[in-house]
């Protein structure tokens, strides 16, 4: 199945008269990028007027209250359920469901959308979505069935980009009801990356993601090392939050590579659209994907960019048109491609425009969040997922 058309048939329009559908998106209160496509529907939700929308996080042990005051405070309708069990996960967020009282659940992400898709059948909410975030996610065997098992009791189950959607097929969901949306963001903050022209920038490098590890930082940083043999020395900032314990092994890594006066941790950042605006270089090292968001920010940015060659990113960058993939956990391919952008200041800002243009025809936030408004209108008027 393709992706979800925003312009779907009149035959999934929401009837006339109707009241306004409730729409419940539970998701991990981690903040990964899976929380932030979750927040960005819900706000999009808001501004739509199409739906009434309930954001729900599954709480983890960093699950910063300070954030969720903040979302509040902006307006948004946010709560928290138990993360310490899944059978309290469960058990809080059908209470909720049954006040909300939700016409369409979204459970966004593994396993939250495990333990989601569980609480709306209990609670016996209308509709069931589940979306992937990752092509590669930790199915057990027993996960893997619970999974299958839930997707015929979902009406529709959506990977964020082709590559999602085609791992969800070769894991056995059913192929009329797996289609590809994928992720977008939000592009106002970037307006102005016209204004910063990449030889003007700061000649540094930066890397917006969180410690975990599906990020990764050490093939980054040793590559780093590799690039200052070559005599090349860039400032780099590796900005985002996640596991402490993710951090402290790259700060040792760090350390051990004699990097220390090269690279800043400077963590949880609250503009990253400025950084990137400034710098030219923004990378995602990764060992796997969905759709990158902190490259499509990096593109919209006006930044070169260059990323891992693994699914998801590889839907995202076309290489040496609009960035450069460099080979999966291979310090010397990173280095190779760093070398190039900064020895190559024209054939970088070449592909750093073509990327910007691609972030802002292809991955708009209103984009995105109108393929999900149509998908919800189809389901709520009884179509199958388109």
């Known amino acids: 199945m393709t992706v979800a058309d925003p312009q779907a048939s009149s035959s999934c329009a929401a009837p006339a008269g109707a009241g306004l559908p409730r729409v419940l998106h539970f998701v991990t209160g981690g903040f990964s990028g899976a929380t932030q496509i979750a927040l960005e529907l819900v706000q999009a939700h808001r501004a739509s007027g199409n739906f009434e929308p309930l954001l729900v996080l599954r709480r983890k042990r960093h699950t910063d209250p300070a954030r969720i005051a903040a979302l509040r405070a902006q307006g948004v309708a946010v709560e928290v359920v138990a ?14 469901c049954r006040g909300f009282r939700p016409d369409i659940l979204v459970a966004h992400g593994f396993s939250e959308h495990l333990w989601g898709r569980y609480a709306g059948l ?23 069935a619970q999974a299958l098992w839930l997707g015929r009791r979902t009406d529709a189950i959506v990977g964020c980009s082709e590559g999602v959607r085609q791992s969800l097929l070769q894991r056995g969901f059913p192929v009329e009801k797996t289609l590809a949306i994928p992720n977008g963001i939000r592009l106002l903050p970037y307006v102005q990356a016209p204004q910063h022209p990449l030889a003007e920038r700061t000649p540094g490098i930066v890397m917006a993601a969180r410690f975990g590890r599906q990020k990764d ?80 920010e990096g593109m919209a940015a006006g930044c070169a960019v260059v ?19 460099a080979e999966h956990a291979s310090p010397a391919s990173w280095a190779d491609a760093l070398e190039y952008l900064l020895r190559n200041g024209a054939e970088a800002a070449r ?29 709520l008027r009884g179509g199958p997922p388109q």
């Open 307 to 325: 990323g891992s060659r693994v699914t998801g990113v590889q839907e995202v960058i076309d290489h040496r048109r609009n960035g450069l993939l």
């Open 217 to 296: 930082h050490a093939t980054l940083l040793r590559a780093l090392a590799l690039l200052r043999e070559r005599g090349h020395a860039p400032p780099v900032l590796l900005a985002g939050g996640g596991k402490v314990g993710a951090r402290r092994a790259a700060e040792r890594l760090c350390r051990k590579l004699g990097l220390d006066g090269q690279v800043r941790f400077v963590g949880f950042c609250d503009d990253v659209p400025g950084l990137l605006m400034t710098h030219r270089i923004c990378v995602l090292a990764t060992h796997y994907e969905g759709m990158p968001l902190s490259l499509i």
């Open 122 to 144: 209990l609670a016996h909410v209308p509709h069931l979505v589940h979306v992937e975030h990752n092509a590669r996610e930790r199915y057990t065997r027993l996960r893997l």
């Open 83 to 96: 993360g310490w069990s899944h059978a309290a996960t469960v058990w809080q967020l059908m209470a909720i």
């Open 351 to 379: 592909m750093a425009d073509a990327a910007r243009a691609d972030a802002q025809r292809l991955h708009g936030l209103e984009t995105m969040a109108g393929r999900y408004e149509a998908l919800f209108q189809c389901l």
